[in-house]
């Protein structure tokens, strides 16, 4: 049974620091890449970090610079500095493959956790 589940989420002031975790089970996740993506209320979700099985990382522009992905050394657990914080990065994050794990047993659908919230205050 997949479960990604995500934390680490909280409210923060502008300029402020979280650090969120992700612990992936239910598969050899340390083979695949991993992403950190996030959903603003109103707005699709969308893919911020990313850090590769070999442990290369990505970023959107719009974090690039205050965001950073790590995977932990069992490989099934992923994290998000995140630094400098604004009141946009507000969002439900999520953790994920990448691209998203897809349900076999459910065309069209992807595995999710319940994401962590972060809201920053300006």
């Known amino acids: 049974q997949v479960q990604l589940v995500e934390s680490g989420g909280g409210l923060v002031q502008a300029g402020g620091s979280l650090r969120l975790s992700c612990a992936a089970s239910?598969?050899?996740?340390?083979?695949?890449?991993m992403g950190w993506y996030r959903q603003a209320p109103g707005a699709e979700r969308e893919l911020v970090a990313s850090?590769?099985?070999?442990?290369?990382?990505n970023y959107a522009e719009s974090v690039k610079g205050r965001f950073t992905s790590a995977r932990g050394t069992g490989k099934d657990t992923v994290f998000l500095q995140m630094t400098s914080l604004k009141p946009v990065d507000t969002a439900v994050y999520y953790c994920?493959?990448?691209?998203?794990?897809?349900?076999?047993?459910?065309?069209?659908?992807?595995?999710w956790g319940q994401g962590t919230q972060v809201t920053v205050s300006s």
């Open positions: 850090i590769s099985s070999g442990g290369v990382p």
């Open positions: 994920n493959t990448k691209p998203p794990l897809k349900i076999l047993e459910s065309p069209g659908n992807n595995y």
């Open positions: 239910g598969g050899t996740f340390s083979r695949f890449d």
